[in-house]
């Protein structure tokens, strides 16, 4: 469940609120919490990124004339 929580929040979550979702002390969460985002941390640097790559309306490493996307397009009007 810990896992779960850390990852689906974008902004990350606190020891603190991670303790009452879950049921733990402050210090078992805070605990659990390091050792995740070092688990986290590991994966990210052995893995990278290639081509394209489309996260939140957002282009990184693609070519400068790739046309307008996401929230730049014009919006149909009803």
């Known amino acids: ?5 850390v990852a ?3 902004r990350g979550i606190s020891a ?3 303790g009452k979702d ?3 002390s402050y ?3 805070w605990l659990m919490l390091h050792k995740l985002r070092e ?3 590991q994966w990210d640097s052995a893995y990278f990124l290639k081509g394209i790559i489309e ?3 957002a282009f990184f490493g693609a070519p400068t ?3 307008k996307r996401g929230r730049r397009q014009k919006r149909r009007r009803r």
């Open 1 to 5: 469940m810990a896992i779960f929580l």
């Open 8 to 10: 689906r929040d974008k």
């Open 16 to 18: 603190k609120q991670l």
């Open 22 to 24: 879950i049921g733990v």
């Open 27 to 29: 210090f078992t969460a």
């Open 39 to 41: 688990a986290m941390a």
């Open 55 to 57: 996260m939140d309306d």
């Open 65 to 67: 004339e790739v046309g």
